[in-house]
């Protein structure tokens, strides 16, 4: 190869990786598509990786798979070229007995966090400070295998409680390796600032769920991505400028449409306003 050859090849490539500079994974909260996914979880992926999605997030139920189960989706999921970088979890699954589970069944599908999805009920602070200390726990045990431990908010734990709110004590109180994976519409619906959230907390929002919601009652959760009250383009800055955010999961709970064609028409959105 002669040296203009070179430069040429060169500045093509890095042409390439300018244009992928921006590449961070869309994935698709597979509880958007629940109905769909516990009647056939196998076709529920392929439809998911034909709309274009680069990732998928198991939900709870797969908790109750078999090492064997996991294998087969892992196949599954890297002939479609789709990841699966992180999965949600009842409380139960970071308890002694389930953990060690947990990890094996997130390791065979190459996630690289166990989020839990909800604590259950919590009554005060304290209660919430353990809920901290079982996430630092799960945390240090996950760390030899690779995995992280997280948290998804929903609107409950950014409500004031004895002078302060729930998300306020874990994000103090946790490592802050543990991932607080944002679940913006809950975050918007109980009227916080996901923008200055995200500032507050740099580094620390890994993985993003994407779900608009609308201060509409009639509208509420049912709005599309991009149809609700979020500052979709603001979020996306503050998250990659300081967020450390490495997943976009889209979530959508119900809206006029089916569950796959919203899916679909909610994949088309964030495309768009993410430019």
Known sequence: ?????????????????????????????LY???????????????????????????YSPYASWTAAKAKDMRKLLDDLGVKCPSTHNSAASFAPDKIDHAIELNQILGSK????????KVADLAGWKGVAEKLNAGAEKMKASGLRAGFHNHRVEFMPMEGKTPMEVLA????????????VGTCIEAGVDPVAWIKKHPGRFASIHCKDWSKDPAVGFKALFGE??????????????????????VEQEGSRYSAFETAEKCLAAFKKLWG
């Open 32 to 58: 958007s598509v629940r109905q769909e996914l516990q009647k056939d979880d196998v076709g529920t992926v392929k439809a998911v990786a034909k709309m274009g999605y680069d990732a998928v997030e198991f």
């Open 113 to 120: 966090l166990i989020v839990m999805a909800s604590a259950g």
């Open 172 to 183: 103090a109180e946790t490592d802050k390796n543990v991932v607080l994976q944002l679940d």
């Open 228 to 249: 609700g009250d979020s500052p979709w383009k603001k979020i996306f800055a503050a998250a990659e400028k300081s967020g450390g955010v490495e997943c976009y999961m």
């Open 1 to 29: 190869m002669n040296r203009r050859t070179f430069l040429t090849n060169a500045a093509a490539a890095g042409a390439v990786l300018a244009a992928k500079g921006k590449k961070i994974p869309i994935g698709l909260e």
